[in-house]
């Protein structure tokens, strides 16, 4: 196999006309999850999917009910790996005891560290594979920022000026590695994620940040570094919250460091 297709359920209502800070509706339920992978394998003109996530849970309905369905259609051969995303540890073993999760995917990075209190400890626990999204903290780690008027981070907490600013301060010690080791300090980020042993999604649009992210893999980071880059970023210590205020709805209280 030279590729894997993995795609998600999460909203079933249009996200049109909802302001960018506003959370779009989660439906969970078991008729949207055979929908919803119904129209996935159309429009991907494939038979199987081979990782399907439950993108975000619904609050109405118990995530057993949700991974329940996916079972089903995971018997009959249309998805095969059974995924979730930004739930807690108590969501992530009820799920598993219904049916083997293969994968939990969460925000996770060294300004984003929550996840390693309980999530990252039982999903480890249950042989669950943790997938990292936002490793590069919405490319801030790496030393971007939005420059377009409608980008969603233009809402976020984290890039409001005086957030920025403390978490810049907090930037220079990756920026210093990286300098030390003659990287890019989107290569380090990256390299400390790598060193957790979970499986990092950088998203990028752009070749050369494919290449440069695709060789953070060689990086070996020692331990004196790796503590150092965390004595910059202990948890809790970022400034600002990962999304506006109803979004972080729908984060796990157990995914947001005391």
Do not use: C
Not at 19 to 24: E, K, M, Q, S, T
Not at 32 to 52: F, M, N, P, Q
Not at 166 to 191: C, F, G, K, M, Y
Not at 229 to 253: C, I, N, W
């Amino acid at each position: 196999m030279d590729h894997i297709i993995v795609t998600q359920l999460r909203i079933i209502e249009e996200r049109a006309g909802l302001p960018l800070d506003r959370a779009a509706p989660i439906d969970g339920s078991r008729v949207t999850a055979r929908e919803a992978v119904e129209a996935s394998l159309g429009r991907l003109k494939v038979e199987r999917i081979d990782l399907y996530y439950l993108h975000r849970v619904d609050p109405e309905i118990p995530v057993e009910q949700s991974v329940g369905e996916l079972r089903i259609l995971q018997d009959e051969g249309k998805i095969g790996g059974i995924g979730l995303s930004e739930v807690s540890a108590e969501q992530l073993r009820s799920a598993h005891a219904v049916t083997p999760i293969a994968a939990l995917q969460s925000e996770y990075s060294l300004w984003t560290r929550g996840v390693e209190a309980e999530i990252l400890p039982t999903a480890r626990d249950l042989g669950i594979t943790f997938v990292a999204y936002s490793p590069l903290g919405r490319g801030f780690l790496a030393g971007a920022g939005p420059v377009e008027e409608n980008d969603r981070r233009n809402i976020h907490p984290r890039f409001q000026a005086d957030a920025v600013a403390a978490n810049t301060r907090r930037r220079r010690a990756i920026e210093d590695v990286a300098e030390r080791l003659h990287v890019s300090p989107a290569q380090v980020s990256l390299a400390w994620v790598l060193a957790k042993q979970v499986v990092p999604i950088p998203g990028t649009r752009h070749i050369r940040h494919l290449e440069d992210n695709w060789a953070a893999g060689a990086i070996q980071l020692d331990e004196g570094t790796i503590e150092e880059l965390e004595a910059a970023f202990p948890h809790g210590a970022t400034v600002g919250d990962r999304y506006p205020a109803e979004q972080m709805k729908s984060v796990p209280a157990d995914a947001v460091p005391a």
